[in-house]
């Protein structure tokens, strides 16, 4: 495994979830707000009392920023979408992933049709226009794929659209996933989340669009670590 990033992190209590962008947790026996980035309903990991995670942040109403929730063999499942952007792109300029070989970020938040992809890459190829999602559910007997989404997403259906459509124009196009946790193997969309996205998926595939996925975890010790930097896809 290799280090991408060191975070000052704090251990946590999960207490409840007091909105889409704010939970309640107890850092050193106080109950205080941290900032939920992952818009998912992260159900698996947000139960009362679990272990987790938290950065302390200052500014705005919250005074941490909930980072992981702690999974297996103490390792950390990471649920800030803002953390898991900055592993993949530390990744990539470590030339840690292997289907972005020699590639950098030549723009980030590119509006395309409708909707806003979330990187635009500079290769030896040529351009490649790009969405990443959080994958932070865990299925299979074995605990060993991580999925998405874990609920409807309009947003993402409408991503999938736009890669679509660059395809079928002569771009290329790519989707790919963070399974930010410790331990799995495969990615694969969790068809009960969202039929809709999985279908699409498919509809891509077909389309040309590149499907890829990778897998970080957080570290005791705040270090986010890549754990693997190709996970096999399985639509």
Known sequence: ?????????????????LNRFVALVEVEGQERRALVTNTGRLEEFMVPGRRAFCRPKSGGKTDFVLVAFEDLEGKGAIIDTRTQAKAFERALELGLVPWLRNCRIKRKEI??????????????????YAEMKSAVLRGGEKGEYAMYPDCPSVRGQKHIKEL???SK????????FIGAMPGVEKFKPFE?????IARLLKEAEGAGVEIHALSISLLRDG????ERPGLEVEL
């Open 1 to 17: 495994m290799r280090a991408l990033l060191k975070l000052k992190v704090v251990p946590c209590t999960f207490l409840k979830r």
């Open 111 to 128: 509006t395309v049709g409708k909707s806003r992809l979330d990187y635009l890459f500079e290769c030896p190829q040529g351009e490649v």
């Open 169 to 176: 124009a002569g771009k290329r196009a790519m989707i790919f």
């Open 223 to 226: 270090r986010v670590v890549l």
């Open 164 to 166: 679509i459509e660059l």
């Open 192 to 196: 009960r989340g969202d039929p809709e």
